[in-house]
């Protein structure tokens, strides 16, 4: 399996309190990412990264925020957190020369309340 | 920007049966790849099969296969002797390989799969 952690696995906050999501990875991989999950709508793309400091937005970027200032750890940070963002987060990794597999942390679950 | 549809939300298949997933895609890309990831209970995101679009051969993993029609955009994935550790979520997933693409995955709503014994 490849070392990806997501930390922490659970959480649960109130509305308007800032949250940060940590991936690390172990891979050196280049590529990394961050995803939510929702029913009905399979995962969509929050935030990438191409490498240290190289971050772009996804699909549902709107009131997250990330950085990337080692290869092996990139943090997602919900500004304030409204109940519209509880969710499965999940963190993936790949690199290029890979066959373009990513490979996907265990998730964290987090509730907004 | 891309589009993946997976019609069927769930199915179910008797043990040892045949299944298959149905996927739909809509890109003006030419360059991509296409992926089914499989999601137990777990939640642990597993990759099934995937398939380079300029390849025509369909991709093939011991019981799993798909059937990659380009001109009809579909991607379908067939389980074959369906075994009860087949039971999850199946995602079908979209790649564009163009410049500055970033390798993202665009995925579809999923297909929750049941198998009975």
């Known amino acids: 399996d490849a070392g990806i952690t997501q930390s922490p696995r659970h959480k649960v906050t109130e509305t308007g309190t800032p949250v940060t999501l940590r991936c690390h990875q172990t891979?050196?991989?280049?590529?990394m990412y961050w995803y939510r999950q929702d029913p009905g709508h399979g995962l969509r793309l929050i935030h990438y990264?191409?490498?240290?400091?190289?971050?772009d937005k996804g699909e549902v970027s709107d009131g997250y925020s990330v950085s990337r200032s080692k290869t092996e750890d990139f943090l997602l940070t919900l500004e304030s957190a409204t109940s519209s963002q509880t969710s499965v987060y999940f963190c993936?990794?790949?690199?290029?020369?890979?066959?373009?597999?990513?490979?996907f942390g265990p998730g964290t679950r987090l509730t907004v309340t | 920007a891309q589009t993946v549809t997976q019609s069927q939300p769930e199915m179910s298949v008797q043990e040892a049966e045949t299944v298959t997933l149905s996927c739909t895609y809509d890109?003006?890309?030419?360059?991509?790849?296409l992926f089914w990831y499989k999601q137990p209970p777990s939640r642990q995101m597993i990759l099934v099969i995937r398939?380079?679009?300029?390849?025509?051969q369909n991709a093939t993993e011991n019981r799993f296969s798909v059937n990659f029609q380009k001109a009809a955009k579909s991607f379908s994935l067939k389980i074959s002797d369906s075994q009860l550790g087949d039971t999850a979520m199946y995602f079908c997933?979209?790649?564009?390989?163009?410049?500055?693409?970033?390798?993202?995955?665009?995925f579809g709503g999923g297909t929750r799969l049941m198998v009975k014994p």
């Open positions: 993936a990794i790949s690199e290029e020369g890979e066959a373009y597999e990513q490979y």
């Open positions: 891979e050196n991989h280049r590529y």
């Open positions: 990264s191409y490498g240290v400091k190289d971050t």
């Open positions: 890109t003006s890309e030419s360059n991509y790849y």
């Open positions: 398939q380079e679009a300029y390849k025509q």
């Open positions: 997933a979209f790649m564009n390989l163009g410049d500055n693409a970033g390798n993202m995955l665009t």
